[in-house]
């Protein structure tokens, strides 16, 4: 887009003054995984009716919008999904990225079951980390979570094949779930201190409607913290930027750090500054969000990037999300979007 077209000196803000700084994509709603705290295999079954190919935005419609939401002050952009890893020629819409919004710094979220032979080109392409979704170390536990028999094995070469590609340092992501993956929270932190890879462990939260989500189901990050420290002593750091959604902290003996995700816990949404488009190009302005703003009609009735930047610039403005502080009995019945949908 022309440099003109845009307010550069104004600093876009929602109404609690929070900027628009990360951008999260979904390429596609379809995953090669059946999570059952994700995309259970009941509701997402051979029946469901996923995106058709022409409702999905193509990679010339994606980097625009990642060109215009640069301009209005987007410095990161995670691919995610569904699992990204599954559209087809994906370094292609890298490069294309990388070129529209140069100096954004791109990410990808994936289950790591494709990384063995895409963390290569991804990375050639131009992206600069990969987080890797790993629930646990226990091949059946993994096996019966991601409900499609997936080896541990195998992801566990995917992350190898990120570090080899230079898309360090990989990321680890765990969801836990009580009673399901908990007795292997050590295990996971073992196995990845001193590695250079950073551990996260993600509370088990409430979005969509599907999987049955019960508060007792989640693990807050304390009792996580309390159960890691009795075995690997850790202390904590200071958040690194605003935004920043892992509590971070570091191994005692100094050999590297891990993160928690108290979105149930203790929520973050005073310095959320994340926007999110579906694979069929509608913005969310929170993950719970219950509608979207259509970017694919514009953008396929030929507007041009000053009135997409308009469009963006009044939903974020208007913008006074904050689901998780307020999350009680009055969300409970809300119709929420899948996360497999809107991106994780
Ligand atoms: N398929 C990719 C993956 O699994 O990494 C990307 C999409 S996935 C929706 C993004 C992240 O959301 C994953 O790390 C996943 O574990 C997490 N996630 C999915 N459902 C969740 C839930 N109910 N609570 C917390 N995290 C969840
Ligand atoms: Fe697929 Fe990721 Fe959801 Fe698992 S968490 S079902 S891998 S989209
Ligand atoms: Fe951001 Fe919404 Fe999550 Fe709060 S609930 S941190 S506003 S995405």
Known sequence: MSEDSLP???????????????????????????CRYCMPREVFDAGFEFLPRDEILSFEEIARLAGITAQLGVRKIRLTGGEPTLRAELPSLVRQLKAAAPGV???????????????????????DRVTVSLDTLD???????????????????GIEAAEAAGLAPVKINAVVKRG?????VVDLAERFKGTGAVLRFIEYMDVGVTNGWRLDDVVPARELVERIDAALPIEPLEPSYRGEVAKRWRYRDGEGELGFITSVSAPFCGDCTRARISADGSLYTCLFA???????????????????????????????????????????DLPRIEMSYIGG
């Open 105 to 127: 710094e791109l990410a990808m979220t994936t289950n790591g079951s494709r990384l063995t032979t895409l963390a290569g080109p991804l990375a050639e392409a131009g992206l």
């Open 180 to 184: 399901v993956n908990d007795e292997g």
């Open 139 to 157: 091949d059946a536990t993994f096996r019966a979570m991601n409900d499609a028999d997936f080896p541990v094995a195998l992801v566990l070469e």
């Open 290 to 332: 219950v509608a979207g703003t259509d970017l694919r009609a514009p953008l396929r009735e030929g507007a041009d990037d000053a009135a997409l930047a308009e469009l963006l610039t009044g939903v974020w403005s208007e913008r006074e999300d904050r689901y998780s502080e307020i999350r009680s009995a009055d969300t409970e």
């Open 8 to 34: 550069a000196d104004q600093p876009l803000a929602d109404r609690f003054g929070r900027p628009l700084r990360d951008l999260r994509i979904s390429v596609t709603d379809r995953c090669n995984f059946r």
